[in-house]
């Protein structure tokens, strides 16, 4: 199976010990690299050690938001380049735009959202990514 996440590193910043055991089996059958983050200060962390492909970000995380994240990864000049997938259960439009305003590049909704769908819209931003730096 081809597939566009293949020898991809993906930080995922999710706090929900049953989605991180799914999104884990499904990187490892997509072969790519799944760096984890349980909080924002976490994630910031493994920022400074490791610079990934892409970053799915949840706001609501334990400690700070992940909008604060998004903040962070966007005016470091080491980071801001990465492209942020907000995955959220929040779907007011005020999230929306404060996320977009912040620099993500998508905005998902968990509960309108599939595991495959997400998958998807990870492939979609590394290919536009690609297609960018053409």
């Known amino acids: ?6 020898g991809k ?26 760096i984890h983050a349980n909080t924002g200060e976490e994630a910031l962390a493994l920022l400074d050690k490791d ?11 334990p ?11 966007k005016k470091n000049g ?3 380049y ?7 259960n929040l779907g007011a439009r005020a999230d929306m735009e404060k996320g977009k ?15 495959d769908d997400t998958f998807i819209e990870i492939e979609k931003v590394l290919q536009e990514t690609e297609a960018q730096k053409v």
């Open 1 to 6: 199976m081809d597939t566009i996440l293949r």
């Open 9 to 34: 590193k993906i930080l995922w910043v999710e706090d929900d010990k049953f989605l991180n055991d799914i999104i884990s089996k499904k990187m490892l059958l997509q072969e790519a690299t799944l």
């Open 51 to 61: 610079i990934p492909d892409v970053i799915v970000l949840d706001i609501l995380l």
């Open 63 to 73: 400690g700070i938001s992940g909008l604060d994240v998004l903040e962070k990864v």
């Open 78 to 80: 080491k980071t801001g």
């Open 82 to 88: 990465i492209p942020v997938i907000l995955l959220t």
């Open 101 to 115: 305003r912040l620099g993500a590049v998508r905005f998902l909704v968990k509960a309108m959202t599939s595991l």
